[in-house]
């Protein structure tokens, strides 16, 4: 538990009627029950809007300040996804009783392993913690033991999980979230952002302690332990990377015939290599809509290719003849050469099962059945009950001799935590086999 004073509903209603700002300074004995009230808009942290920290002398201030600390310790991080090639984060928050809340400008400061030694022993509370997890590792920052408040509102059973709604619905306090896209890489950040990052932490303790209240009181705290363990083994990974990352351009879908898909494919290379190189978001480069329009059209030169959608910009009209190399490199590969259908891992798509596998269509509809029988019955996600691939897979190829047994190491083979397994495994073990005449 935190030692801040609890935010609590109630005492956030009964302030509606005055200008606060800010969460209230000193304990409430209400509970987290709604009442009713409006929520009060939160506009500035209890402290104040602190400066980002930028030197490492003012980093191994924040480093006692955190080690002296209580309780566990609220982080969030802000990358500049849709502006920035990399993933990197570009601003740290984190907040901690007895340590208030710091930024840290990871520019100047690309080492935080001294501030994860000093905070090791704590729980780290993030908000979707898969997000931030490894650009924080990144910086030398990996949890010990965390608490994520979404995945937490998830399994709760909470229709709305994002941090705003989340605060208000629990807290009573309204969060703006209007900077959440914002090209965090941009220097100096307005005090108006900062002001934003900074809430973002600012209530995640008193977030913590009311859902863990909640999941105890659903019976669900050990589902979620199990969670939260599964994420620090593996929430600082970097994303898989997809063997060939340019199927997933959008609209792809409309580009016919293997050297159509070449020039797509020579095209978002190029395209990936320009971004990589300038640190800017491939979007930014070159939209997909354009690589499709010149995929499908194939123009042969720079007019041509210049009267095509999205490539009216200046500056992609200045790399003009890239572009066209890359159409050009795709015209003159041979026919083996060409991109040939993606081998499928796994099952293949279960719109496709029907006529390739009755029997197997048979066991994915039961055991889907099943998932979203016992989802509803403990009023959690679908989803967050069991993963749709291990469903997928399980209901394919489940294993030769179904009992209880095998199911249950089939779903460890796919990664289930125990409490899944524990919810799941006799229905499932009903489900595969087909129905006795």
Avoid at 39 to 51: D, I, K, S, Y
Avoid at 91 to 105: E, F, K, S
Wanted: charged residues 25%; negative net charge; contains cysteine.
């Amino acid at each position: 538990m935190t030692d801040e004073p609890p935010l609590r509903r109630r005492a956030a209603a009964s302030r509606t009627g005055n200008d606060t700002q800010h969460p209230p300074s000193e304990p409430s004995d209400a509970g987290t029950e709604p009442t009713g009230g409006q929520p009060v808009p939160l506009t500035a942290p209890r402290e104040g809007t602190p400066e980002p920290v930028a030197a490492p002398d003012q980093l191994a201030e924040v480093v006692a300040r955190f080690a002296n600390g209580a309780g566990p310790v609220a982080l969030d991080a802000e990358r500049a996804s849709g502006y920035r090639y990399s993933q990197r984060a570009y601003l740290v928050q984190l907040r901690r009783a007895g340590a208030g809340t710091v930024l840290i400008d990871p520019l100047p400061l690309p080492d935080l392993s001294a501030l994860d030694a000093a905070i090791a022993e704590a729980e780290w509370v993030l908000h979707a913690a898969n997000q931030d997890l490894p650009c924080l590792a990144e910086l030398g920052l990996r949890p010990r033991r965390l608490f994520d408040t979404e995945l937490a509102a998830r399994l709760a059973g909470f229709e709305r999980v994002g941090l705003a709604a989340l605060t208000e619905q629990l807290l009573g306090f309204s969060l703006e979230k209007h900077h959440s896209a914002a090209d965090w890489s941009s220097r100096p950040l307005p005090e108006s952002w900062l002001t934003y990052a900074a809430l973002d932490v600012e209530m995640l303790t008193d977030l913590r302690d009311a859902l863990d209240a909640e999941l105890a009181r659903q019976g669900k705290s050990e589902w979620a332990a199990e969670e939260f363990a599964a994420l620090v083994r593996s929430g600082d990974r970097p994303p898989r990377v997809r063997a060939e990352p340019w199927r997933r351009t959008s609209g792809i879908h409309r580009v016919r015939g293997a050297r159509a898909q070449a020039r797509v494919r020579s095209l978002w290379y190029a395209r990936d290599q320009i971004a990589a190189r300038r640190d800017t978001a491939p979007g930014r480069v070159l939209p997909d809509s354009a690589i499709v329009a010149a995929a499908e059209l194939d123009p042969r030169d720079e007019k041509s290719l210049l009267t095509l959608p999205g490539f009216g910009g200046r500056s992609v009209r200045r790399l003009a003849r890239t572009w066209l190399a890359a159409l050009d490199d795709a015209r003159q590969l041979p026919d083996d050469a060409l991109p040939v259908a993606p081998t499928v891992e796994g099952p293949p798509p279960p719109h496709r099962w029907a006529e390739r596998d009755p029997a197997a269509a048979a066991r994915l509809a039961r055991c889907r059945e099943v998932v979203l029988r016992v989802s509803g019955e403990h009023n959690l996600p679908a989803e967050n009950l069991i993963s749709p691939d291990t469903i997928r897979r399980i209901a394919w190829q489940p294993p030769e001799e179904i009992t209880e047994a095998t199911v249950a190491e089939a779903l460890r083979a796919h990664h289930a935590r125990e409490w899944q397994i524990t919810l799941l495994l006799p229905h499932l073990a009903q489900a595969l086999p087909p129905p006795t005449p």
